[in-house]
């Protein structure tokens, strides 16, 4: 079913930081693990600016930092 994606190469867009895991993870991983995809992932959205009511810049401006290290981190991996 899936053959024809076999060595192909997949961008997924996504909006939010967790949306790439909890909707095709599962499915990305297998796509990686048996059909020999190269997967690479955009986050339109980093998520933590949405979650508050009042505009924190400096806080953000931490939290974005640590945000963004993480990314990398996990994209080195």
């Given at each position: 079913m899936l053959?024809?994606?076999?060595?192909?190469?997949?961008?997924?867009?996504?909006?939010h930081p967790d949306d790439e895991i909890l909707g095709p993870g599962a499915t990305m991983y297998r796509?990686?693990?048996?059909y020999n995809c190269k997967v690479r992932v955009i986050i339109l959205?980093?998520?933590l600016t949405s979650r508050s009511e009042e505009r924190d810049v400096k806080l953000w401006e931490k939290q974005l930092k640590t945000h963004r290290a993480n990314i990398e981190s996990a994209r080195k991996k």
């Open positions: 053959e024809y994606l076999r060595n192909r190469k997949i961008l997924l867009v996504v909006a796509l990686i693990r048996d959205g980093e998520g």
